[in-house]
């Protein structure tokens, strides 16, 4: 079954940096979009980042464009975070979750939605 | 970016009740809206994607509706393990937004 297992987080002081991993079984990874997306405590969820399956494409939320960076290792099914310069606002729950298109025989159009969330990873950013 | 809001908040309801939840979106979006169950320390779950098609797995009981700014999810006969918090998320444009959530509790 698909399984996506977060690690990597933990407690950061602001200005600092944090690499989160997501591995990823279950299916073929190679084959599907991937995304990021996290909850800040008592908040409600927010796109973060996702990348193409070949990971040649990225796209990044305005609140942390310039700052994370979003990677994939399809060989060994592993999808990154890499957060620098990290602050307080960045405290959140971070999900992986994988993208995946969804034809709509009513509209003849294509829907990406997130099928399958990990179960999160805490990081907190604080002094 | 495309604005989401819920409504309500959240809402006390007993088991066996219908429950409705209200999505808005700033602008249309047409049918690319879907709909997600979240409970503590789980992962968030998908249950309706592009409006009102039921994923694979998920009971009857969940059904969406809607079109271009308007959407509802409705829960028939709502059962213990329904209480939780469900989120809309739309993916008609980048950046994708999600409703603020709505928790349905019991009463």
């Known amino acids: 079954q698909v399984q996506l297992v977060e690690s990597g987080g933990g407690l950061v002081k602001p200005g600092g940096s944090l690499r989160l991993s997501c591995a990823a079984s279950g299916f073929n990874f190679s084959d599907h979009y991937m995304s990021w997306i996290r909850q800040a405590p008592g908040k409600g969820l927010e796109w973060v980042s996702h990348?193409?399956?070949?990971?040649?494409?990225?796209s990044y939320a305005d609140s942390v464009k310039g700052r994370f960076t979003i990677s994939r290792d399809n060989a060994k099914k592993s999808l990154f975070l890499q957060m620098n310069s990290l602050r307080a606002e960045d405290t959140a729950v971070y999900y992986c979750?994988?993208?995946?298109?969804?034809?709509?025989?009513?509209?003849?159009?294509?829907?990406?939605?997130?099928?399958?969330w990990g179960q999160g990873n805490l990081v907190t950013v604080s002094s | 970016d495309i604005q989401m809001t819920q409504f309500p908040s959240s809402l006390s309801a007993s088991v066996g009740d219908r429950v409705t939840i209200t999505c808005r979106a700033s602008p249309s979006i047409t049918n690319y809206l879907n709909w997600y169950q979240e409970k503590p320390g789980k992962a968030p779950k998908l249950l309706i994607f592009?409006?009102?098609n039921l994923q694979s797995g998920v009971p009857l009981r969940f059904s969406g509706s809607g079109s271009g700014t308007d959407f509802t999810l409705s829960i028939i006969s709502l059962q213990p393990e329904d209480f939780a918090t469900y989120y809309c998320q739309q993916s008609y444009s980048s950046p994708w937004t999600f409703g603020q959530g709505t928790k349905v509790e019991i009463k």
């Open positions: 990348i193409s399956n070949s990971g040649s494409s990225t």
């Open positions: 979750a994988r993208l995946k298109p969804y034809y709509d025989f009513l509209t003849g159009s294509w829907i990406d939605a997130f099928d399958y």
């Open positions: 592009a409006a009102s």
